[in-house]
T-cell receptor, first 116, second 116 residues
Framework: AQSVAQPEDQVNVAEGNPLTVKCTYSVSGNPYLFWYVQYPNRGLQFLLKYITGDNLVKGSYGFEAEFNKSQTSFHLKKPSALVSDSALYFCAVRGTLDTGRRALTFGSGTRLQVQP | SAVISQKPSRDICQRGTSLTIQCQVDSQVTMMFWYRQQPGQSLTLIATANQGSEATYESGFVIDKFPISRPNLTFSTLTVSNMSPEDSSIYLC?????????????FGPGTRLTVL
């Protein structure tokens, strides 16, 4: 079975400061890891993914995420937050050995609030 | 990336009625999924829509309540049958699309359903 934990319901950060949104996972085999963002009344937008290779993955809108196998984490980061980054962020996972389940499993979501 | 459209974008329905949601993709895709996002919650997979065969349902979801069609590689429908207020959710269509050496899952804009 695969699972994702996002321990923070909400993260507050001031504009211009760095932000981190936390994610830990559990899968069978190696993980495929994803981050998505959901703006109000919108569907999910793909931000970035980790499949293999470099532990630091760069994605859309200046976001990046760091894969840490020993800590089973995939935290989302941005060096300088913008007010327009305020949204709901979802971490998702699929394991390479989770045969028969090709869909992603999502975390509970973290609401990011960037204050001007 | 795949471009996904859903119809309707939102609807308000009466208890006991049914609603069919359409999902159209701009390219042929192998995997199509239907998710539900209840108010303030994360995404829960309802089923995988298989082309040419019955959908594969997740635990807690049954075909009688959520019949799915997948007549070809670009289109699927999800019907929410005999609706109750507990079915009020956002319903999201999702597809996997090949990006380089790996698949990425993309989402439609969602259908916001309110059941009175």
């Amino acid at each position: 079975a695969q699972s994702v934990a996002q321990p923070e319901d909400q993260v507050n950060v001031a504009e211009g400061n760095p932000l981190t949104v936390k994610c830990t996972y559990s899968v069978s085999g190696n993980p495929y890891l994803f981050w998505y963002v959901q703006y109000p009344n919108r569907g999910l937008q793909f931000l970035l993914k980790y499949i293999t290779g470099d532990n630091l993955v760069k994605g859309s809108y200046g976001f990046e995420a760091e894969f840490n196998k020993s800590q089973t984490s995939f935290h989302l980061k941005k060096p300088s937050a913008l007010v327009s980054d305020s949204a709901l962020y979802f971490c998702a996972v699929r394991g390479t050995l989770d045969t028969g389940r090709r869909a992603l499993t999502f975390g509970s979501g973290t609401r990011l609030q960037v204050q001007p | 990336s795949a471009v996904i459209s859903q119809k309707p974008s939102r609807d308000i329905c009466q208890r006991g009625t049914s609603l069919t949601i359409q999902c159209q993709v701009d390219s042929q895709v192998t995997m199509m999924f239907w998710y539900r996002q209840q108010p303030g919650q994360s995404l829960t997979l309802i089923a995988t829509a298989n082309q040419g065969s019955e959908a594969t349902y997740e635990s807690g979801f049954v075909i009688d309540k959520f019949p799915i069609s997948r007549p070809n590689l670009t289109f699927s429908t999800l019907t929410v049958s005999n609706m109750s207020p507990e079915d009020s959710s956002i319903y999201l269509c999702s597809v996997t699309s090949r990006q380089g050496a790996s698949d990425t899952q993309y989402f439609g804009p969602g259908t916001r359903l309110t059941v009175l």
